[in-house]
């Protein structure tokens, strides 16, 4: 079972509210729904909050450092509390996927995604859970990293809460029915176009 939380995003109130950053607001969700408070931890360059869900004691972990190198806080955090890479789910941005679009999956490459090739380098291996959200508006995007690293605004802004809830449910709902069931819930499903809202 999942152990470890980490939300991917880069630290300090520029970059709030950004594309690359719903990993953090996904994690701030969790902790404000489960009565968990953040506190820096300097030695491994983290932000940490332990919660309860579902009967379970969770850690939720957010590097500050930048999203480029969140392997250089993940790996020695996990090292160091003995959790195994299959029991980490991290959580992050994923421009292949439509905003409204979440994805749990058990392991896969990076697909590009900088943060996510930090962890497996440094951990070592693809073999670790993760929830994708997506955040493809479906306009054209010439400039990528202009993109992720913009602030929502308006429309796209609300649009982005209100999946970023989604994506905290499906966290919940992993630990309430185990991964296979909640992947197969949330997997494929988009929450805006439709307005559904996840299984109670």
């Known amino acids: 079972m999942i152990r470890l939380i980490v939300g991917l995003g880069n630290p300090g109130t520029k970059y709030r509210h950004t594309p690359h950053n719903v990993g953090f607001e996904v994690l701030d969700l969790l902790a404000s729904r489960h009565d968990g408070t953040f506190r820096a931890n300097r030695r491994f360059r983290t932000n940490v909050a332990t919660v309860t869900i579902a009967d379970r004691e969770i850690i939720l972990l957010q590097p500050a450092t930048?999203?480029?190198?969140?392997?250089?806080?993940?790996?020695?955090?996990?090292?160091?509390?003995?959790?195994?890479?299959?029991?980490?789910l991290v959580v992050c941005d994923?421009?292949?996927?439509?905003?409204?679009?979440?994805?749990?999956?058990?392991?896969?490459?990076?697909?590009?995604?900088?943060?996510?090739?930090?962890?497996?380098?440094?951990?070592?291996?693809n073999e670790f859970p993760r929830l994708r959200i997506g955040i493809d508006s479906g306009e054209t995007i010439d400039d990528l990293t202009d993109y992720v690293l913009r602030p929502w605004w308006g429309k796209q802004r609300e649009a982005m809460e209100r999946?970023?809830?989604?994506?905290?449910?499906?966290?919940?709902?992993?630990?309430?029915?185990?991964f296979?069931?909640?992947?197969?819930?949330?997997?494929?499903?988009?929450?805006?176009a439709s307005e559904e809202t996840p299984p109670n």
């Open 94 to 125: 994923d421009i292949a996927l439509l905003m409204g679009r979440i994805r749990l999956r058990r392991h896969g490459s990076a697909g590009g995604h900088k943060g996510l090739t930090s962890i497996i380098q440094l951990l070592g291996t």
């Open 163 to 178: 999946a970023c809830e989604f994506a905290a449910d499906a966290v919940e709902r992993l630990f309430e029915v185990g």
């Open 180 to 192: 296979t069931k909640a992947a197969s819930e949330f997997n494929g499903r988009d929450f805006l």
């Open 66 to 88: 930048y999203m480029n190198l969140s392997g250089g806080a993940v790996a020695p955090f996990a090292s160091y509390r003995a959790i195994e890479p299959s029991e980490i």
